[in-house]
């Protein structure tokens, strides 16, 4: 298995700009998490979807943030418009009921 | 509601000396217990889990965590650490079928 996929890698974008990360879980998957990681709060929970469905939103900063999961392998964490506190690392994680998290290699986002 | 906690931020420890990374957490029910490990600038990988069992689990690369209930601990070891194990390194807590939550980390540095 390809793992968790993410795309893209990295982000350069001026402030003011949609942001869209994407995400593609491990095939059978049917748990998705979304995190924020940066040096000053650490690893932060935005949101995560249960067979598709969202579950828990509650980290998700502000209405700036959203994020899809129109079917089992594929989801998206949009930020519109972005700021420059939105840098940071975004991780997508999936798992299965009973099985430890496994990571994407993170999205790098830079506003400038 | 759980949290997980990682008393030390930080942790040097010289080249072929034993290591201790702390992981205390708080739930009124069972849980699934994680390590994962953060090398720079990649995502987090899974080090080694406890589900049910034996308490003492071990990690192919000379970590293991013991589970203790009573003290609600899931500390992190090694005899002797090198180089390469410079890394960050998260405890992560599961209720059955929820949400994963994630220590703040402890940064492991291994000096020459």
């Known amino acids: 298995d390809a793992g968790v996929i993410q795309s893209p890698r990295h982000e350069v974008t001026e402030m003011g700009q949609e942001v869209t990360l994407r995400c593609k879980p491990i095939?059978?998957?049917?748990?998705l998490f979304w995190y924020r990681q940066t040096m000053m709060r650490g690893l932060e929970l935005l949101i995560y979807?249960?067979?598709?469905?969202?579950?828990?939103d509650s980290g998700m900063p502000e209405d700036r943030f959203s994020a899809k999961m129109p079917n089992a392998s594929f989801s998206t964490l949009k930020i519109q418009p972005s700021e420059p506190r939105d840098s940071a690392v975004y991780f997508c994680?999936?798992?299965?009921?009973?099985?430890?998290?496994?990571f994407g290699n993170g999205t790098r986002l830079t506003v400038t | 509601a759980q949290s997980v906690t990682q008393l030390d931020s930080q942790v040097p420890v010289f080249e072929e000396a034993p290591v201790e990374l702390r992981c205390n957490y708080s739930?009124?029910?069972?849980?699934?217990l994680f390590w994962y490990v953060q090398y720079p600038n990649q995502g987090l990988q899974l080090l080694l889990k406890?589900?049910?069992?034996?308490?003492l689990v071990e990690s192919i690369n000379g970590f293991e965590a013991e589970f203790n209930k009573s003290q609600t601990s899931f500390h992190l070891r090694k005899p002797s650490v090198h180089i390469s194990d410079t890394a960050e390194y998260f405890c992560?807590?599961?209720?059955?079928?929820?949400?994963?939550?994630f220590g703040p980390g402890t940064r492991l540095s291994v000096l020459p």
């Open positions: 406890y589900l049910s069992g034996s308490t």
């Open positions: 979807f249960n067979n598709n469905v969202p579950i828990d």
């Open positions: 095939s059978g998957h049917n748990s």
């Open positions: 739930s009124s029910v069972s849980v699934y």
């Open positions: 994680a999936s798992s299965q009921r009973g099985s430890p998290l496994h």
């Open positions: 992560a807590v599961q209720l059955y079928g929820q949400n994963f939550v």
